[in-house]
């Protein structure tokens, strides 16, 4: 039976995942179960979080200042994500839930807790702080403040699915197990990457137990390790504005542009870590370090026509200088005359056009193979998760059992670097508090006495 409490009933939801995710749809539904007393029903909120304290991942964000969103209205927002099983499925079920939460939506409930942000030229958005632990400590204030029981080192073993209704879970705390009956269960855990924060993908398997289906997940936001690669002394150098054109069997699959970095294995920097969702080990991709300013064909033809200008004006400079002198660093300079062969004193006048147009190739066209991503220790966020056919987004809500939801990471949604992923974690989180406290109300409607899963509780 259902367990009176001062004259209401007790409702029980388990969140599991006490990461971005899991503490916002804890504070907003906590706000929520005032109502719910309102209307007669008590709802014990209990957040289980497998590591001796929450928020881990959350606290590494941002190298530490939390990159909590970006300034652009959600339409800008939702041409940043990838994930679904067809072009657009993440955007279109992202929609709802920053439509919900938008930026000024999220960035001011914060603000109404005592956090002020700044807003960089590239549109990301930190606490003035710059210290990712005073997001974690607002929601962690929040939490407290609503009543939400918040249990730490504590591991869901298994979940079933009751056939009266609710949920029991199998959970181990401080190596005692014991289990936790309740009417609706939030499966927060986030995906595989940086697993040394508690990412170990638990939380895909409990929902493949239940009966969803998950699409690969793998590592996305990730460097490449480059096979053979040429540029490695090259370490550390910055491109504003590089772009990269990926393809199989003779087609072009992905043009990206973004800031480029070199380093000693390989790629990184926006444009690589946003456009690794899209690569596999093995393709060949074509770098270009000139701007393209959105017409890579373009930027080719303007390099060629600068560095033509500059052989013949200056027929007994350098090649090198011609090189430079026409946009690129003078390392790279350097670096590309030596791969296409020109020796170090070749002027202007000696060069041949195929040479020449190798130097072109080299700036525009830089052949790379790509021996490996980089894996689950360093990629920054993860891709693939559970299928969106299978989840409401307008509640979150599995569509195969009736009150389990799902918020964050473990999604089949991963965003562009720039405060994208956490963001799709606090809409989502959002959206998902919403809808949790909606079927409450619906289950206290149908049977408001009804032998309900959380009246049973051992814990």
Same mark, same amino acid.
């Given at each position: 039976?259902?367990?009176?409490?001062?004259?209401?009933?007790?409702?029980?939801?388990? *969140?599991?995942?006490?990461?971005?995710?899991?503490?916002?749809?804890?504070? /907003?539904?906590?706000?929520?179960?005032?109502?719910?007393?309102?209307?007669?029903?008590?709802?014990?909120?209990?957040?289980?979080?497998?590591? +001796?304290?929450?928020?881990?991942?959350?606290?590494?964000?941002?190298?530490?200042?939390?990159?909590?969103?970006?300034?652009?209205?959600?339409?800008?927002?939702?041409?940043?994500?990838?994930?679904?099983?067809?072009?657009?499925?993440?955007?279109?079920?992202?929609?709802?839930?920053?439509?919900? =939460?938008?930026?000024?939506? @999220?960035?001011?409930?914060?603000?109404?807790?005592?956090?002020?942000?700044?807003?960089?030229?590239?549109?990301?958005?930190? +606490?003035?702080?710059?210290?990712?632990?005073?997001?974690?400590?607002?929601?962690?204030?929040?939490?407290?403040?609503?009543?939400?029981?918040?249990?730490?080192?504590?591991?869901?073993?298994?979940?079933?699915?009751?056939?009266?209704?609710?949920?029991?879970?199998?959970?181990?705390?401080?190596?005692?197990?014991?289990?936790?009956?309740?009417?609706?269960?939030?499966?927060?855990?986030?995906?595989?990457?940086?697993?040394?924060?508690?990412?170990?993908?638990?939380?895909?398997? @409990?929902? /493949?137990?239940?009966?969803?289906?998950?699409?690969?997940?793998?590592?996305?936001?990730?460097?490449?390790?480059?096979?053979?690669?040429?540029?490695?002394?090259?370490?550390?150098?910055?491109?504003?504005?590089?772009?990269?054109?990926?393809?199989?069997?003779?087609?072009?699959?992905?043009?990206?542009? %973004?800031?480029?970095?070199?380093?000693?294995?390989?790629?990184?920097?926006?444009?690589?870590?946003?456009?690794?969702?899209?690569?596999?080990?093995?393709?060949?991709?074509?770098?270009?370090?000139?701007?393209?300013?959105?017409?890579?064909?373009?930027?080719?033809? /303007?390099?060629?026509?600068?560095?033509?200008?500059?052989?013949?004006?200056?027929?007994?400079?350098?090649?090198?200088?011609?090189?430079?002198?026409?946009?690129? +660093?003078?390392?790279?300079?350097?670096?590309?005359?030596? =791969?296409?062969?020109?020796?170090?004193?070749?002027?202007?006048?000696?060069?041949?056009?195929?040479?020449?147009?190798?130097?072109?190739?080299?700036?525009?066209?830089?052949?790379?193979?790509?021996?490996?991503?980089?894996?689950?220790?360093?990629?920054?966020?993860?891709?693939?998760?559970?299928? =969106?056919?299978?989840?409401? +987004?307008?509640?979150?809500?599995?569509? *195969?059992?009736? %009150?389990?939801?799902?918020?964050?990471?473990?999604?089949?949604?991963?965003?562009?670097? %720039?405060?994208?992923? @956490?963001?799709?974690?606090?809409?989502?989180?959002? @959206?998902?508090?919403?809808?949790?406290?909606?079927?409450?109300?619906?289950?206290?409607?149908?049977?408001?006495?009804?032998?309900? %899963?959380?009246?049973?509780?051992?814990?």
């Amino acid at each position: 039976m259902d367990i009176p409490l001062n004259g209401a009933v007790e409702r029980r939801v388990l *969140i599991v995942g006490a990461g971005p995710a899991g503490l916002y749809a804890a504070a /907003r539904l906590g706000a929520l179960r005032l109502e719910a007393k309102e209307r007669g029903d008590a709802v014990r909120i209990i957040l289980l979080e497998r590591n +001796p304290r929450p928020g881990r991942k959350l606290l590494v964000s941002g190298s530490g200042r939390c990159n909590i969103a970006h300034d652009s209205p959600v339409d800008g927002l939702l041409k940043h994500y990838g994930g679904g099983e067809k072009t657009g499925a993440s955007a279109r079920f992202l929609k709802r839930a920053l439509h919900a =939460l938008d930026t000024p939506a @999220l960035l001011a409930w914060f603000e109404a807790r005592g956090l002020g942000f700044v807003t960089e030229a590239n549109g990301k958005i930190f +606490p003035e702080s710059d210290r990712a632990a005073d997001v974690l400590k607002i929601l962690l204030a929040e939490i407290a403040t609503v009543k939400v029981e918040l249990r730490s080192g504590c591991r869901l073993l298994s979940l079933a699915h009751l056939a009266t209704g609710g949920f029991e879970a199998l959970i181990d705390e401080d190596g005692v197990e014991s289990t936790i009956r309740s009417d609706a269960v939030l499966i927060a855990t986030g995906g595989i990457t940086y697993p040394v924060t508690g990412s170990r993908g638990d939380g895909l398997e @409990l929902a /493949r137990d239940l009966g969803h289906s998950v699409v690969e997940a793998r590592p996305a936001l990730a460097a490449i390790f480059v096979k053979d690669w040429a540029l490695k002394n090259l370490s550390g150098l910055s491109f504003h504005s590089a772009a990269f054109v990926l393809r199989r069997e003779g087609k072009i699959l992905v043009e990206r542009e %973004g800031d480029l970095l070199i380093t000693h294995e390989g790629l990184s920097g926006p444009l690589i870590l946003d456009g690794s969702r899209f690569l596999r080990a093995g393709d060949g991709i074509e770098l270009s370090f000139i701007p393209s300013e959105g017409a890579r064909s373009a930027a080719s033809q /303007r390099f060629e026509e600068r560095l033509d200008e500059h052989i013949r004006n200056s027929a007994r400079g350098l090649v090198k200088g011609a090189l430079v002198a026409s946009g690129l +660093p003078k390392s790279l300079a350097e670096a590309l005359r030596e =791969l296409a062969g020109v020796p170090a004193e070749a002027t202007c006048a000696s060069l041949s056009r195929p040479a020449r147009r190798e130097l072109v190739r080299l700036a525009t066209a830089f052949p790379v193979r790509v021996q490996a991503l980089g894996g689950l220790d360093t990629a920054m966020v993860t891709a693939g998760g559970i299928s =969106l056919a299978e989840v409401d +987004p307008a509640t979150m809500e599995s569509r *195969i059992v009736p %009150g389990l939801y799902f918020a964050g990471e473990l999604l089949d949604i991963d965003g562009d670097t %720039g405060g994208y992923n @956490l963001h799709a974690a606090f809409a989502t989180g959002n @959206l998902a508090a919403r809808g949790i406290s909606e079927y409450l109300s619906r289950i206290a409607e149908r049977s408001p006495t009804r032998d309900a %899963g959380a009246g049973q509780a051992s814990s």
